[in-house]
C-alpha cells in the first residue's frame, strides 16, 4: 500500500475533509478538518485498508497562527502491509475541543488524557478525562508555549558564560 494510494482513498471517501497533505520523510502527513477527523479514523480503521493500530495520539502548539493555535497529532499503523499514516487536525485555543476515539481505539484513552493533562484540549465524549500526571492542582497546561524559556529577572546568571 503506497502513501498515493492512502491518500486517494481518503480524498475518494471523504473529498472535503482533506486540508493539506504532504510527505516528510516518507510519512504521509494529512491535515483533517476538526469534524470530519472521527469520520476519516473510523473509515480507514474498519474500511479495506486496515489502519488497526493507533501508535500515538499527542497535542501540538503554535501560539503564532491565529484560530489554529492548537493540534491534535494521531498516528496510525496497518500491521499487516506496515503502512504508517500521520493525521493532524487544528483547533482554535478558545474552543479545543475535538471527539474521542476512545470508542475505536481502547488505547487512545489514555493518550486522550495526557494530551488534555499537558495541552488541555478536551475530547467530547471520553468515559474518564482528567489529569494523570500533574498536579490536579497545577491549574495551567505545562506545554503550552505561553510562558518565557528563562527569567529575565536573575542576577546569577551570565549570558557570557553561554556564549551569548
Not at 496510525?76 to 483547533?91: A, C, G, M, P
Amino acid at each position: 500500500m503506497t502513501n498515493k494510494f492512502v491518500l486517494e482513498a481518503i480524498n475518494r471517501e471523504f473529498p472535503e475533509a482533506v486540508v493539506a497533505s504532504a510527505e516528510p520523510y516518507g510519512l504521509l502527513t494529512v491535515e483533517i478538518k476538526k469534524e470530519e477527523i472521527k469520520k476519516v479514523i473510523h473509515h480507514l480503521k474498519s474500511s479495506t485498508l486496515n489502519f488497526m493500530f493507533l501508535t500515538d495520539i499527542c497535542g501540538i502548539h503554535y501560539p503564532e497562527q491565529e484560530e489554529r493555535e492548537l493540534g491534535v497529532v494521531y498516528h496510525l499503523h496497518n500491521l499487516e502491509s506496515n503502512t504508517r499514516l500521520r493525521l493532524k487536525t487544528f483547533l482554535p485555543k478558545d474552543n479545543a475541543e475535538t471527539e474521542t476515539i476512545t470508542d475505536l481505539y481502547a488505547g487512545a484513552n489514555w493518550m486522550e488524557r495526557e494530551t488534555y493533562d499537558f495541552y488541555g484540549i478536551k475530547f467530547k465524549g471520553h468515559p474518564d478525562l482528567r489529569v494523570i500526571l500533574n498536579d490536579p492542582d497545577l491549574g495551567y497546561h505545562p506545554m503550552l508555549k505561553q510562558y518565557a524559556l528563562e527569567d529575565g529577572t536573575r542576577t546569577d546568571k551570565d549570558d557570557k558564560m553561554f556564549g551569548r
